[in-house]
C-alpha cells in the first residue's frame, strides 16, 4: 500500500478589507453629521434674550417670532398686527387650550412683543410663554 502525504495546507493570511471599512465609516460620518442638522427654522434669525428660568420651555401649538426690526412673523410668514389676530383668534376657536411660543429678539422694541400680547389677550389664547436662553 502506498501512501500519499496528506496536500498541505497553508496558513492563510486573513487580510481585513481596509478600505471599505473607511469608506463605510466616512459615509456614515456624513449622513450622522447631515442628519444631525436637519433641523430648519423658519423665518428671520433671532437672537432669544437670556432668561433666568429653570429650563427650555415646553413646544406650543404656534410659534410667533418678533425680529430684531419689530417684524411679526407666524412660522415662515411675516405678518401684521391685524393678521396675526385672526390667525390667533382662529386658533383659540378650534382649541380652548390653545398655547403660543414667543421667540422675540433680545433686540426688539417692547412696542412689537406688546402688539403680540395684546393680539394673544384679544384671541383669548389660554397660554403664552416666552422663549429665552437660559442663563449660566
Same mark, same amino acid.
Given at each position: 500500500?502506498?501512501?500519499?502525504?496528506?496536500?498541505?495546507?497553508?496558513?492563510?493570511?486573513?487580510?481585513? %478589507?481596509?478600505?471599505?471599512?473607511?469608506?463605510?465609516?466616512?459615509?456614515?460620518?456624513?449622513?450622522?453629521?447631515?442628519?444631525?442638522?436637519?433641523?430648519?427654522?423658519?423665518?428671520?434669525?433671532?437672537?432669544?434674550?437670556?432668561?433666568?428660568?429653570?429650563?427650555?420651555?415646553?413646544?406650543?401649538?404656534?410659534?410667533?417670532?418678533?425680529?430684531?426690526?419689530? %417684524?411679526?412673523?407666524?412660522?415662515?410668514?411675516?405678518?401684521?398686527?391685524?393678521?396675526?389676530?385672526?390667525?390667533?383668534?382662529?386658533?383659540?376657536?378650534?382649541?380652548?387650550?390653545? %398655547?403660543?411660543?414667543?421667540? %422675540?429678539?433680545?433686540?426688539?422694541?417692547?412696542?412689537?412683543?406688546?402688539?403680540?400680547?395684546?393680539?394673544?389677550?384679544?384671541?383669548?389664547?389660554?397660554?403664552?410663554?416666552?422663549?429665552?436662553?437660559?442663563?449660566?
Amino acid at each position: 500500500m502506498i501512501r500519499l502525504a496528506a496536500p498541505h495546507r497553508a496558513a492563510r493570511d486573513v487580510e481585513v %478589507a481596509v478600505v471599505p471599512m473607511i469608506n463605510i465609516v466616512f459615509l456614515l460620518l456624513l449622513y450622522f453629521l447631515i442628519a444631525g442638522h436637519l433641523t430648519i427654522t423658519e423665518g428671520p434669525e433671532i437672537e432669544l434674550p437670556l432668561g433666568g428660568g429653570p429650563g427650555q420651555p415646553e413646544p406650543a401649538a404656534t410659534a410667533i417670532m418678533v425680529d430684531d426690526t419689530g %417684524a411679526l412673523w407666524l412660522g415662515a410668514h411675516e405678518v401684521t398686527a391685524s393678521e396675526l389676530r385672526q390667525r390667533l383668534l382662529d386658533l383659540s376657536q378650534g382649541s380652548p387650550t390653545a %398655547a403660543v411660543l414667543i421667540r %422675540a429678539d433680545g433686540r426688539a422694541q417692547a412696542d412689537a412683543l406688546q402688539i403680540v400680547l395684546e393680539a394673544c389677550q384679544a384671541a383669548g389664547v389660554g397660554e403664552i410663554r416666552l422663549a429665552t436662553i437660559e442663563s449660566r
